[in-house]
């Protein structure tokens, strides 16, 4: 099998990703949904056989070592993040399309106080969402806004590195995991000495990568991250919960003073069947949000998220129930990706579209 003709067809139906497994055909992800790629089934000797345009000698070497690797790779169509792992024993590869455009931020859809997050001085913004919901694509714009309209120093610790910045505006330095550095927890523990004005953390994973990206907060840097949680209280519990419970009520302290927002976020399929809409769920952390984060009830923060309109707060459910509305997903998708799924339910049996017809 030829990889370089699967990457065309990765590439020319916009697919998110490329799945090679041993026993299957290869599968593209199009629009949320797995489309095999011919009858042959593959072998984990023809995958690695396939991947040798994408993926050095030492690389392999160093997967067979540890049976786990990440890395990038790069045509003229596009950037690729590769995964490689092993199932019964036999190697698998999960491939992923990142364009080599950046978009920006209108293109992608994203709320006005977005682009004010990429405006603050200092403080912690994170985008969460499940794996697969456009995180990157939505930190990359956030970054790219910065690097066209602001002067500073931003520097990125990513594993590996998908959006490739050209400097702008700002000085950018962009940091892999295992080529630039040995993990995202040593990188951390020195970026301060590194001057930047701006760090994004490609993700939160553990107990050390969370406290140097909270502390960075805390001492005059803008941090940018990312969780693979569902919505901004689950961000938050995450947060805190990671940490042995003699050391949570310091983090909430901290965490209430450095927390500036949170966007969650989910692609959701079109309900004309063509593509993907992102539906948001935006915090915005205002005095009262902080006051609860600090005293531990983050259960009241879904009512204060809806109070908190005229700061640009809005819920996952507000907003799949708009999109709902604007005939742009059917009542199916929404509820199924719903935070409170009989709450919607409930709100939507009564709903009109903006044609004004009514929904059953």
């Not at 489309?35 to 593959?42: N, T």
Request: one cysteine or more; proline letters at 4%.
């Amino acid at each position: 099998m030829d990889l370089k003709n699967l990457l065309l067809q990765l590439n020319q139906t916009k697919a998110s990703d490329l799945l090679l497994v041993a026993n299957n055909p290869p599968y593209l992800r199009i629009n949320n949904a797995l489309q095999k790629q011919g009858s042959d089934l593959l072998t984990g000797e023809i995958i690695r056989a396939m991947l040798e345009s994408l993926v050095s000698k030492e690389q392999f070497k160093e997967f067979d070592a540890t049976k786990e690797f990440d890395l990038a790779a790069a045509d003229k169509n596009s950037r690729y993040r590769i995964n490689l792992h092993y199932q019964l024993g036999s190697l698998a590869a999960t491939i992923r399309r990142i364009p080599h455009e950046i978009p920006t931020m209108e293109q992608l859809g994203l709320p006005k106080i977005v682009k004010y997050f990429t405006t603050l001085e200092r403080g912690l913004v994170l985008v969460t969402g499940p794996t697969g919901c456009g995180k990157s694509t939505t930190q990359a714009a956030m970054i790219s806004e910065i690097n066209n309209v602001r002067a500073c120093h931003i520097i990125t610790v990513e594993d590996p590195i998908e959006y490739v910045h050209a400097p702008k505006l700002s000085v950018i330095e962009q940091r892999e995991v295992g080529i630039d550095t040995n993990s995202f927890g040593e990188a951390l523990k020195r970026v301060l000495r590194q001057i930047p004005d701006v760090i994004l953390v490609g993700e939160m994973r553990d107990l050390e990568s969370i406290q140097s990206a909270i502390t960075a907060a805390e001492t005059g840097h803008l941090v940018i991250s990312t969780l693979h949680t569902q919505d901004a209280v689950q961000s938050i519990d995450r947060m805190i919960d990671v940490f042995p419970p003699h050391q949570q009520p310091q983090i909430r302290s901290q965490l209430s003073l450095t927390l500036q927002g949170i966007m969650s976020q989910q692609l959701i399929p079109r309900k004309d069947g063509h593509g993907l809409v992102m539906a948001q769920e935006i915090l915005v952390a205002n005095s009262a949000i902080r006051n609860i984060i600090r005293k531990g009830a983050t259960q009241d923060i879904y009512s204060m998220i809806e109070l908190g309109s005229q700061n640009g707060m809005f819920s996952m459910d507000t907003c799949l129930a708009k999109l709902f509305q604007q005939n742009l997903i059917s009542k199916e998708e929404a509820i199924n990706y719903a935070i409170n799924r009989e709450r919607l339910d409930k709100i939507l049996s009564g709903a009109t579209d903006v044609s004004g017809k009514k929904h059953s």
